[in-house]
């Protein structure tokens, strides 16, 4: 009797979970998109003992205003990222931008931070301790000659 009492109590404690976390999420406005690779980045930072990132409605401000520059200029660039804090009131010890862009499955959440993982000052960036927060902007359109093309921008602050 105990044992069924605990597996029922355990069930019901994972889906106010699953509930919290999508509520969450939904709350803080992220796309499925943006939400698959916060969830994926935090699994990463998890397995190498550092705490998840949360969610920053400035940063998330500041990520998803220079995915929308990049796509409407067709460039592909940090810009002037100091400003670009400031201007969203971003505040600090550290902050630091990670950029991407693909299609197709170079443009999901897993090909992106496999993408990041490879390259030495992404990777530096997603597991950085000091790092405690980040908005992330995940637009979908036509870039650089591809349709259905995932520009991303992730903004870091701690």
Not at 92 to 112: D, H, K, M, V, Y
């Amino acid at each position: 009797m105990i044992p069924r009492v605990l597996k029922r109590l355990t069930a019901l404690g994972a889906a106010i979970l699953v509930l919290v976390l999508t509520t969450t999420t939904a709350a803080a406005g992220l796309t499925r998109a943006e939400a698959r690779l916060l969830r994926d980045l935090n699994r990463v930072r998890a397995a190498h003992g550092l705490a998840p990132l949360r969610y920053d409605p400035r940063l998330q401000r500041a990520a998803r205003a220079h995915s929308r520059a990049m796509l409407v200029t067709q460039t592909f660039q940090h810009g002037a990222f100091g400003a670009r804090m400031a201007q969203f009131d971003v505040k600090g010890t550290w902050t630091g931008e990670n950029l991407a862009w693909g299609n197709g499955a170079f443009g999901s959440a897993g090909g992106i931070l496999r993408a990041w993982l490879a390259s030495p000052e992404h990777r530096a960036n997603l597991l950085r301790p000091g790092f405690t927060r980040i908005g992330i902007g995940d637009l979908v359109g036509a870039f650089l000659g591809y349709d259905a093309a995932h520009v991303v921008t992730a903004d870091f602050a701690g």
